[in-house]
C-alpha cells in the first residue's frame, strides 16, 4: 500500500496516527504542495491524503481511510464517540487555529515546500483563506490568548489512563493534528498535562512533533 500526504496536513496526519497505533507498514510518500497532477490522477481532486489499497484501488477522505485501515488490521477498533464539549472546543479553536499555523507551515523545511512554486502555490491558496500571513504573524499575541484559555479548557477533559491503556479514539484523530501542528508556534504555551497528551500520541503513532524543529525530513 501507499500513502500520499503532506507533512503539514492535519488531515494527513490523521491517517498517520492509524498507521501508528496499529503497527502498519505502508509505503510513506510526500507529494509536493504545487504537484497537481499526481492527485487528480489518483482520485480526481487535488487533495490528500490518499491511500492506494493493495487492490491499486485509490481512496481520498481521511476519515474514510483512518476507519479502512483500522478495519484492515483487524484490531480493537477505535471509539467514534466525539464529546459534546470536545466537539465544541473543535469548533472554537477552528476559528483562529489556521491563522497561527499556516503562516508558519512554510517555514519549517518541510518536504512539500522543497521549492519555491511549491511555497508560492501555498501562500497564494490560502491568503485567500485566511488573510495575509504577515498580518497573521503579527496577531500572534491575540491569537495566543485565546488558544492558552482553550488550551487550559481542553485539559480538563483529556484521559491520559485510557491512551496510556491503548484505547484509541476518534476524538484522539481529530485532536492530535491540531495540537501537532500548534507546536510550530515557538510563543505557544502547553499546559503540563496537554503537553504529557501530545508527547505521548506523537511517540504511539510515530508522528513527529515540531518542536526545536530543523531542516529535516520529518519521516526519518
Sequence with gaps: MKLYVYDHCPFCTRARMILGFRSLEVETLVLMNDDEATPIGLIGAKMVPILVKPDGVAM???LDIVRWLDE???QQRLDETIRPEVQVWFDQAGEYVNKLIMPRDIQLGLPEFATQSAIDYFV?????VIGDFAENLA??????????QDLQELEAWLDLDRIKAGRWSMED??????LRNL???KEMQ???KVREYTEYVSQAAKVPLYFDRTKRDCFA
Design 72 to 74: 484492515y488490521a483487524g
Design 139 to 148: 496577531d500572534t499575541p491575540k491569537y495566543l490568548a485565546r488558544l492558552h
Design 190 to 192: 502547553m499546559p503540563a
Design 173 to 178: 484523530i481529530l485532536l492530535f493534528p491540531i
Design 60 to 62: 481520498g477522505e481521511s
Design 124 to 128: 497564494e491558496k490560502k491568503q485567500k
Design 183 to 185: 507546536t510550530m508556534v
